[in-house]
């Protein structure tokens, strides 16, 4: 029962949930899949905090959900970005950037 | 607009419940088929696959849980569920949910029930346009003892704040009574309002028909004119359009309809059907003596009433300084509308209203303390729900929404049995209190009731959520019933004993002093008998009635038909009742002596009587002798006096032979001689002592005085059954004299004391319902603390102990908690009873036999409380406790 809300993911998540969405209409399982396949290797998204972000963005109306048929012919939820989640997403990765340079402005302090 | 957004998605999200969670699991299907494709894919065979797939993805219904979550619809969800579970373990122990919809709905009904009194009398607004500027003026008068703060203004004072006063828009003069009305159906009486021209323009009552009247009308040269009541049109002429012009005859003389008022137009609740002017001369203006008109103004609008008082307080000065002769310790006395209307009831309205707060907060303790015994049963039901990983948030809420639910179970119930107590409260009201027609359920006090009850629900609720669930969690699963012995819990349940039995000793001590107040009124000696005495009321209208002698001889001949009757034992007439209207208050001067100054005025009452009176009414005569047939108009005037006016005038010499007249300007009248002394009769009210009164015979009265006389007949059965007799025979001598105010002596002696009757009533109703909570309180702590220490005690017993020490040991701690609670109450009752001050009689709010004798009996009460369970104590068996274990 370990609650993964609260991890520094939980933010990051979100902006990486909507990153991937940008690129393309995503099902679930292919957005944990691509998180993963774009950090070569390094992000794995355990599920347990992958569906109930989905369900966040969706209440924040950051992103929209419908069902799809996927190229196998499969029905799957794909979500897309709304135009909201667009204008969020430019505005977290700003922040991020700014926030990552910060940070390694400080990691590669020297005195 | 996110926020709408996220409130659409949860409503959604609620409604498409089960189509949602299908949703997710056919996602987390898919999900899973996808992970295990590409396991296959990578080699995997079909069973390692899934497996590995199953892992990766981790617990699905902990996911779903998450989910859901996020949704933000979780809290309804739950409260939804709560409420169904706090439902099904109310149907689990229907008889602790019986108990606790009951106490609390008792607790809630008595407070619904009153408060829509206080509601319907004290706080609906005035049916007045901007009521909160009316205000009455009244003089005062100090050299009565107390003061008195309402005397009927005379003319010239009137006249002078009209001209003066700064402060009011306009000021009014009126007078309610009642009139004769002939000529439509059968006579009736009427309520007639007399009023000078400006009072329904200050009133703003505006007509529907016609007008209202114009300057001049109230002078008594003015027209014969009447303004009827919308209510008083619909019913007597259906609502006609045409009845303007039309004329009524009242008191035998006609009055044109001018004018028809709008719908609801009433003052001071009096039900006014008929408004005509008041006829003020230029004299009446002039007069200072006679204090008799009523007096409306309204404040402009920022003036408060603190500054009209200033005002009006600087006109008495300065009116006092230019006619020291009149004004010598008369000052003006400016009143609320409302408090003219109701400030009378106002006090025994709140002390009724705070005594059934107190059964409501005896009520929600003793719920709260049932609902402590059975959270301390159900600690394991708790232990296991926290287990499985509900959060003490979580806890909380379920023990709130589970008293709630009791609570507006109860209110529900407390409501319905409030609309029963409402009404049977109405038939138990005295009849005086104004405005009692406007009671019902409103709006208002449903939103009471509601409030009410889920302030008891989350009082309760919050206080059992909020107790320290103390020990571990596998303590309270292995543990069992002992954890009740926790010491804080007990504490606890302890102080809910102390406040319930403190709190219904304040209502008990309440009660028993409303009880002795009603008690000492009825056993006082009036001063007269009132078994088997009937009463009427005439009119005698003056245009067929325009002499006293002619008066005389319509009360002769029906006195001498009444006295006829078989049944009849005597009768009379009078013009004051005892109990009923006050005399008329002069002063007189004594012959052969110089007149009394303005500051030591000898005042007394005037009785104008007919022969028999004292014999009929059952008053001693003292001394001399009564009226005979012989003391009439043409005979040597003459009068009787009471005891307290020798007392106080001729405290060392017999009166009888001295004479006395009025002291009253051009109206002197002739000198009378005192011939009879009788006992002193309670006039004014059970409770106010007898006052200096004269009586004197009607015939030698003036007119003005004889119009409207009392009949007055004793028998010697039911005296209603003399009732229709008399109206036959007020009718064969005049058809067109209605018979008024038929009733019982009894019953207007009863009438007198309804008002401290009313209270006494219900504030014992309250105090017992009260003790009864608070001891089946008591029996419930002190029943349960033995069941938790059978064992102890079947132990000590086993150790030798003699069972009686054990008895004694729970009934003294029983009784130290009730002792501890009842001094708490006693304290507290020194302490609030003053609030009753202005209710008691001859008995003081501090008055120490009441107080130890219900502390006694209380104490009582409790002793047999503690003593049933401590019987169950001494009896327990050391073998079944130890195996209860």
Redesign the interface.
């Known amino acids: 029962m370990t609650d993964h809300r609260d991890d520094l993911l939980k933010g990051t998540l979100d902006l990486l949930i909507l990153k991937t969405l940008e690129l393309k209409p995503m099902h679930g399982w292919g957005i944990a899949e691509r998180i993963q396949l774009f950090s070569d290797d390094v992000l794995h998204v355990p599920t347990g905090s992958l569906y109930p972000a989905l369900q966040r963005l969706l209440r924040k109306g950051l992103i929209v959900a419908e069902w799809r048929q996927t190229e196998n012919n499969r029905r799957a939820r794909y979500y897309r970005l709304g135009s909201t989640g667009r204008k969020q997403l430019k505005v977290e990765t700003e922040s991020w950037n700014r926030t990552s340079v910060a940070i390694n402005r400080v990691l590669h302090a020297s005195l | 607009m996110?926020w709408l957004?996220?409130l659409i998605?949860?409503i959604t999200m609620l409604l498409g419940k089960n189509r949602e969670a299908q949703?997710?699991d056919?996602?987390?299907q898919?999900?899973l088929?996808?992970?295990i494709r590409r396991n296959v894919l990578a080699g995997m065979d079909e069973v390692e696959a899934r497996r590995q797939a199953r892992l990766?993805?981790?617990?699905v219904e902990?996911?779903k849980e998450?989910?859901r979550?996020?949704?933000?619809v979780r809290w309804i969800e739950d409260l939804i569920q709560d409420v169904r579970l706090a439902l099904r373990s109310s149907r689990r122990t229907p008889g602790f949910t019986a108990i606790a919809v009951l106490t609390i709905a008792l607790g809630v009904s008595a407070t619904s029930a009153i408060f829509s009194v206080v509601n319907g009398v004290l706080l609906n607004p005035l049916p007045h346009e901007d009521a909160e500027q009316l205000v009455v003026l009244w003089e005062t008068d100090r050299r009565y003892s107390p003061p008195a703060t309402r005397v009927n203004v005379s003319g010239a004072n009137f006249a002078d704040w009209r001209e003066l006063a700064r402060s009011f828009e306009g000021i009014g003069a009126y007078s309610i009574g009642t009139a004769t009305l002939t000529g439509l159906a059968e006579p009736e009486i009427v309520n007639r309002a007399w009023v000078t021209t400006d009072f329904l323009p200050l009133l703003r009552a505006r007509p529907v028909l016609g007008r209202v009247f114009v300057v001049g009308e109230d002078s008594p040269d003015g027209d014969a004119v009447v303004v009827l009541s919308h209510q008083f049109w619909q019913a007597r002429f259906g609502g006609e359009q045409d009845v303007i012009g039309r004329t009524v005859t009242l008191n035998s003389a006609g009055f044109e309809i001018v004018g028809v008022l709008k719908a609801g137009v009433d003052f001071l609740a009096r039900g006014v059907q008929v408004w005509t002017p008041i006829r003020l001369a230029q004299s009446d203006l002039e007069n200072r003596r006679d204090h008799n008109l009523n007096v409306l103004a309204r404040m402009r609008p920022h003036v408060s009433l603190e500054q009209a008082q200033v005002e009006m307080d600087a006109i008495a000065d300065r009116v006092r300084l230019e006619h020291a002769e009149w004004m010598t310790e008369r000052g003006v006395n400016v009143v609320p509308l409302r408090d003219e209307l109701v400030g009378s009831v106002r006090p025994t309205l709140l002390v009724l209203l705070g005594g059934a707060t107190l059964v409501l907060l005896i009520a929600t303790v003793n719920v709260a303390g049932l609902l402590l015994v059975r959270s301390i049963g159900r600690r394991r039901e708790f232990a296991v729900q926290s287990a499985l990983?509900a959060g003490r948030g979580r806890l909380i809420r379920q023990t709130l929404t589970e008293s709630l639910t009791l609570s507006l179970m109860g209110g529900a119930l407390g409501l319905a049995l409030a609309t029963a107590g409402t009404n049977a409260l109405l038939a138990l009201a005295p009849n005086n209190i104004p405005r009692v027609d406007e009671v019902g359920l409103d709006i208002k006090v449903l939103g009471f009731a509601i409030g009410i009850s889920v302030f008891t629900g989350a009082a309760v609720g919050l206080f059992c959520a909020l107790q320290p669930f103390g020990t571990s969690l596998s303590e309270a699963l292995t543990e069992g019933g002992r954890w009740a012995t926790c010491s804080s819990r007990k504490r606890l349940r302890q102080a809910l004993v102390i406040g319930e039995m403190a709190l219904s000793m304040i209502l008990l001590i309440g009660a028993g002093l409303l009880t002795q107040t009603f008690w000492r009124l009825v056993s006082i000696d009036p001063g007269f008998t009132s078994e088997h005495i009937l009463t009427a009321r005439f009119r005698l209208p003056q245009n067929k009635y325009p002499d006293n002698a002619r008066m005389t001889t319509f009360y002769n001949q029906l006195l001498n038909e009444v006295r006829a009757m078989p049944q009849v034992n005597s009768a009379a007439m009078t013009r004051f009742l005892p109990l009923s209207d006050g005399p008329w208050t002069f002063s007189f001067a004594v012959e052969g002596q110089p007149p009394a100054l303005e500051g030591e005025k000898r005042t007394y009452g005037y009785h104008p009587i007919s022969t028999d009176y004292f014999r009929t009414a059952g008053i001693t005569l003292l001394h001399g002798r009564d009226l005979t047939e012989t003391d009439n108009a043409d005979a040597a005037p003459v009068l009787i006096i009471n005891d307290a006016m020798k007392r106080q005038f001729w405290p060392d010499e017999n009166p009888i032979g001295t004479r006395i007249r009025f002291d009253r300007d051009g109206d002197e009248g002739p000198w009378r001689e005192i011939v009879g002394i009788v006992r002193n009769v309670r006039h004014h009210a059970l409770h106010i002592d007898p006052r200096p009164t004269l009586y004197g015979p009607q015939s030698q009265a003036s007119a003005w005085m004889s119009d409207r006389m009392r009949l007055l007949v004793r028998t010697s059965s039911d005296p209603f059954q003399l009732a229709p007799t008399i109206r036959n025979i007020v009718s064969g001598l005049d058809p067109n004299l209605p018979v008024i105010d038929v009733q019982s002596m009894d019953q207007i002696v009863a009438g007198s004391v309804a008002r401290p009757r009313f209270s006494m009533l219900l504030q014992l109703t309250f105090a017992i319902v009260a003790g009864v909570l608070a001891l089946i309180g008591v029996y419930g702590a002190i029943s349960y603390s033995v069941r938790q220490r059978t064992a102890e005690f079947g132990l000590r017993i086993a150790l030798g102990a003699p069972s009686g020490a054990i008895g004694r040991l729970v009934l003294s701690q029983g009784m130290a908690l009730s002792c501890t609670g009842i001094g708490i109450g006693v304290l507290g009752a020194l302490f609030s009873t003053r609030l009753l001050k202005g209710l008691l009689f001859g008995v003081s709010a501090a008055d120490p036999l009441t107080y130890g004798v219900l502390a006694i009996l209380l104490g009582a009460a409790a002793a047999l409380a503690c003593y049933i369970p401590s019987r169950r104590a001494t009896a327990a068996d050391p073998m079944v406790a130890l195996r209860a274990e």
């Open positions: 996110p957004r996220g998605h949860r949703e997710l056919e996602e987390i898919f999900h088929e996808q992970d990766r993805f981790g617990g902990n996911i998450q989910v979550d996020e949704t933000g990983g």
